[in-house]
C-alpha cells in the first residue's frame, strides 16, 4: 500500500494568513492525487483533484502543487470558513489512501 | 442535484453483520462515469477505503476487507448496499457513501461526492 503522510498535524493560523499543508507519498504518485476539506460532524468535500485542479466552486485562494512524492495546499488569505481539517488522497493505484489530516484552527 | 443518504443499524453486536444501504437521488447509480461505494472514518485509523461497485457487475474491494465485504446495487430503488461481516469493536465508525470519479488517464479514483454518514457502533 501507498502511505500518505500530512505535515503538521495541526496548524495554528490567524485570519488572512497564507497556510501551506504538505502531503508525501511513501512512493511516487505521479500528480493523482486529490485534497479534501472536512468540518466537524460533516463529510468530506472534494476541493482539489490531479494535484492542482480546482473542483468546481472551490474558491480561488485555495491552490495545490506538487508531483512524485510530495505535495502542497495552500490557502492564501485564511478565511473563517477555511477553519477545518484537510486530507490528502492518492489515486496511482486501486487502492486509495489517504493521509491521516491536518487541522487549520484559529490562533 | 446529487443527494445520497447513508441509512443504518447504528448498533452491531460484535461477530454479527453490519448492513447499511445508500439511497442516491437527482443521479443515477447506472450512470456509465461513475463507480458507487463506501468509505469509514474513525479515529484512529482515519478515513479507509471499503470499496465500490460499477453498473453492470463490477466490484472491487480493500484487500484488507475483501473476505468479509459484500457490496450489492438495487437499481429498480437507485441504492446500494454494503454488508461486512463478522465485525469487531474496532470497526466503531463513520459509514460513508461516496461517488467515486475515475481519474482521467489515472488507474484509480477519488471521491467527487459524499454522503452524510452514519455513525454504526459495533458494541455488545
Known amino acids: 500500500d501507498i502511505q500518505m503522510t500530512q505535515s503538521p498535524s495541526t496548524l495554528s493560523a490567524s485570519v488572512g494568513d497564507r497556510v501551506t499543508i504538505t502531503c508525501r507519498a511513501s512512493?511516487?504518485?505521479?500528480?493523482?492525487l486529490a485534497w479534501y476539506q472536512q468540518k466537524p460532524g460533516k463529510a468530506p468535500k472534494l476541493f482539489i483533484y490531479?494535484?492542482?485542479s480546482l473542483e468546481t466552486g472551490v474558491p480561488s485562494r485555495f491552490s495545490g502543487s506538487g508531483s512524485g512524492t510530495e505535495f502542497t495546499l495552500t490557502i492564501d488569505s485564511l478565511r473563517p470558513d477555511d477553519f477545518a481539517t484537510y486530507y490528502c488522497q492518492q489515486y496511482k493505484t486501486y487502492l486509495g489512501t489517504f493521509g491521516q489530516g491536518t487541522k487549520v484552527e484559529i490562533k | 442535484q446529487l443527494q445520497m443518504q447513508e441509512s443504518g443499524p447504528g448498533l452491531v453486536r460484535p461477530s454479527e453483520t453490519l448492513s447499511v444501504t445508500c439511497s442516491v437521488s437527482?443521479?443515477?447509480?447506472?450512470?456509465?462515469?461513475?463507480?458507487w461505494g463506501w468509505i469509514r472514518q474513525t479515529p484512529g485509523k482515519g478515513l479507509e477505503w471499503i470499496g465500490y461497485?460499477?453498473?453492470?457487475?463490477?466490484?472491487s474491494y480493500n484487500p484488507s476487507l475483501k473476505s468479509r465485504v459484500t457490496i450489492s446495487e438495487d437499481v429498480s430503488k437507485n441504492q446500494f448496499s454494503m454488508d461486512l461481516r463478522s465485525v469487531t469493536a474496532a470497526e466503531t465508525a463513520v459509514y460513508y457513501c461516496a461517488r467515486h470519479r475515475w481519474g482521467e488517464y489515472s488507474d484509480s479514483w477519488y471521491i467527487d461526492f459524499w454522503g452524510q454518514g452514519t455513525q454504526v457502533t459495533v458494541s455488545s
Open positions: 461497485f460499477y453498473y453492470g457487475g463490477t466490484t
Open positions: 490531479k494535484a492542482s
Open positions: 437527482g443521479g443515477s447509480i447506472r450512470s456509465s462515469s461513475y463507480y
Open positions: 512512493q511516487s504518485i505521479s500528480n493523482w
